[in-house]
């Protein structure tokens, strides 16, 4: 058995001005995905079944299960009937403090992730990213334009979110895809961490909304800088000044605005419009 294709094709019919036609469409799949490790389940998330291995390691690391990828010891991609299983072995360190880490999750109630202990992790204090990286207006705006050439599986189905790395004098180094736009992350975490590659001294690009758990997951990875296409909210704005992060959105063709800690940007090029 193997994983689905991240992308289908579906019978539709469309409207238009000129009526009614029949044809198809390519669609993104959806997936159960289960992270779990040393034989215990942990999660369940609904995401694009591809680059599968990365989002594992991204997703071990942002939600801090590891500290560095070299503590996973083992990985397997297991396709089941209901999706896919992402089966990993971590040392016993970190498995010992996994297992704490459920135990404290788990209240009276049942409900496992409804207690005080599971809004303290929700709203948990992110790193700060120690980083003397400055970078022009300009160059933000060539991150942005980067990607849209290589949101391959977008440009099919229109569907999909995507996150990736930005370098100055490199260039976009990594893009991943997925219906989820926190998948996406974690999957661009997962491919810099198996490179051996870090993301402090650049800028993570997304096509989503910015929210708090993103700045959570860049915070970890070492992130300087974010740029968005939309606009983050208010927790995000107030968790990237915690994290001492440059959160850029609204980010166009025609310029972008700057939520926190500005003097990351050399906006000397630029004119200030109220």
Not at 86 to 109: N, V, W, Y
């Amino acid at each position: 058995m193997i994983p689905p294709p991240p992308v289908t094709r579906v019978a539709r019919s469309a409207w238009g001005l000129a009526g009614i036609s029949s044809g198809e469409r390519a669609i993104a799949e959806e997936t159960a995905i289960a992270f779990t490790y040393d034989h215990a389940a942990h999660a369940v998330m609904m995401a694009t079944p591809t680059d599968l291995e990365d989002f594992a390691v991204g997703f071990s690391l942002t939600e801090g299960i590891v500290a560095s990828a070299s503590e996973i010891e083992s990985l397997d991609v297991v396709p089941v009937e209901a999706g896919v299983e992402l089966r990993m072995s971590i040392t016993l360190a970190r498995s010992d403090a996994l297992f704490r880490r459920r135990r404290l999750l788990s209240g009276p109630t049942g409900c496992g992730l409804c207690g005080i202990d599971s809004l303290q992790e929700a709203m948990r204090r992110p790193p700060q990213v120690r980083s003397d990286f400055r970078i022009t207006a300009k160059a933000i705006a060539a991150s942005v334009a980067s990607m849209r050439s290589r949101q391959i599986l977008n440009h099919q189905t229109h569907a999909l979110h995507a996150a990736a790395f930005w370098e100055p004098n490199r260039g976009l180094i990594a893009l991943r895809e997925d219906v989820g736009r926190h998948n996406a992350l974690d999957k661009l975490a997962g491919t810099l961490a198996r490179a051996s590659l870090t993301a402090a001294r650049g800028v993570i690009i997304l096509t989503s909304r910015i929210s708090v758990e993103l700045v959570q997951k860049a915070a970890v990875m070492g992130a300087p800088v974010i740029a968005a296409i939309s606009a983050p909210t208010a927790l995000a704005v107030r968790t990237a000044e915690q994290a001492r992060i440059t959160l850029v959105g609204i980010a166009r063709d025609d310029g972008f605005e700057i939520f926190s800690c500005d003097d990351r940007i050399d906006t000397s090029t630029m004119s200030h419009v109220a």
